[in-house]
Nanobody, 126 residues
Framework: QVQLIESGGGLVQPGASLRLSCSAS????????IGWFRQAPGTERDFVAS????????NYSEDVKGRFTISRDNANLTAFLQMDYLHPEDQTVYYC???????????????????WGRGTEVTVSA
């Protein structure tokens, strides 16, 4: 039984930082591409970042490139999203996801992911 559980969301001021965590269980974590997506109420789920199995390859949306950093710790079955210089536009629910893959690549398309967490809410307000 695969589980992905996000944590680390909360309330921060514009310009501040926040680190999200994705804790996994029930899978061989190192065999999965990890992604982060975000979705505001009534909107489409948008790609944020992805990291390959080994952690050697990363991909970011243009909106967050240079501000967000994705990483992973395969030994501890955990992935992270470090968010710096947060904007009010970043305020939404963030989701972690996992895509089983035989190659060391990133995945940016939501339907390609096999498993999803329930999300963690990020609020950016002065």
């Amino acid at each position: 039984q695969v589980q992905l559980i996000e944590s680390g969301g909360g309330l921060v001021q514009p310009g501040a930082s926040l680190r999200l965590s994705c804790s996994a269980s029930g899978l061989v974590f190192g065999n999965y591409v990890i992604g982060w997506f975000r979705q505001a109420p009534g909107t489409e789920r948008d790609f944020v970042a992805s990291i390959s199995r080994s952690g050697k390859n990363e991909n970011y949306s243009e909106d967050v490139k240079g501000r967000f950093t994705i990483s992973r710790d395969n030994a501890n079955l955990t992935a992270f999203l470090q968010m710096d210089y947060l904007h009010p536009e970043d305020q939404t629910v963030y989701y972690c996801c996992a895509d089983v893959n035989g190659v060391d690549r990133t995945t940016i398309t939501a339907p390609m992911y096999d498993y999803w967490g329930r999300g963690t809410e990020v609020t950016v307000s002065a």
